[in-house]
């Protein structure tokens, strides 16, 4: 079985500040991870997945994630924060690309100016 | 290229009510899976239709159901709805049956009273 718990339900961070949301994963065999951002009123948008390729994946918008399996970990990262990443994030797993996504709870990111 | 649809965007009902959700996948898409998201969690998978059947099902009971058209096109029916109903739901669609390649609608707001 998989889960995923996403440490901190609201994260603030200055603009232009580091972005770094954590995610830690279970799971009983190698996972498949996804970042998913959500915009107010809007649907989820695939920013990053891991797949068992490179450990460190980059994404759309400038956000990067690396996979760690001794720390069982998936965090996200952006060098610098702006305003239009204040937004819900979501970590997900699954156990194999037809295996059901397990969403976490999520994290609601704020950006102060 | 035409994205997911969901209709309509908000709903209110009575407890005891029955609903019918409907989502038109992206073009060329030929699988959907719906997810219901409360309040403040992630989004919980309730199930998949790839080519007109039922592809998997997440921890919903029977009265949450679900039909794909030919066109690949999608309806979530709730029967005897309950006050816990009340939720975003989210439909997402795939070019083939599995879950890493998703692209979400922005979900149709159900409240029951």
């Known amino acids: 079985a998989q889960s995923v718990t996403q440490l901190g339900s609201h994260v603030s961070v200055s603009e232009g500040a580091l972005v770094l949301l954590r995610c830690n994963y279970s799971?009983?065999?190698?996972?498949?991870l996804f970042w998913y951002v959500q915009y107010p009123n809007q649907g989820l948008q695939l920013l990053l997945k891991?797949?068992?390729?490179?450990?460190l994946v980059k994404g759309i918008n400038g956000f990067e994630a690396e996979f760690k399996k001794s720390e069982t970990s998936f965090h996200l990262t952006k060098p610098s924060a702006h305003m239009s990443d204040a937004a819900e994030y979501f970590c997900?797993?699954?156990?194999?690309?037809?295996?059901?996504?397990?969403f976490g709870k999520g994290t609601r990111l704020h950006i102060l100016p | 290229e035409t994205g997911v649809t969901q209709s309509p965007t908000h709903l209110i009902k009575t407890r005891g009510q029955q609903v019918t959700l409907r989502c038109s996948s992206q073009?060329?898409?030929?699988?959907v899976s719906w997810y219901q998201q409360a309040l403040g969690q992630g989004p919980q998978f309730i199930f998949q239709?790839?080519?007109?059947?039922?592809?998997g099902r997440g921890n919903f009971p029977p009265r949450f159901s679900g039909l794909q058209f030919p066109n690949y096109s999608s309806e979530l029916n709730v029967n005897a709805l309950e006050l816990d109903d009340s939720a975003l739901y989210l439909c997402?669609?795939?070019?083939?049956?599995?879950?890493?390649?998703?692209?979400f609608g922005p979900g149709t707001r159900l409240t029951v009273l």
């Open positions: 997402a669609s795939s070019r083939t049956s599995g879950y890493n390649e998703q692209f």
């Open positions: 799971s009983s065999v190698p996972p498949y």
């Open positions: 891991y797949t068992s390729a490179a450990t």
């Open positions: 997900a797993v699954s156990g194999n690309r037809d295996d059901k996504i397990i």
């Open positions: 073009s060329g898409h030929n699988t």
């Open positions: 239709y790839y080519r007109e059947e039922e592809n």
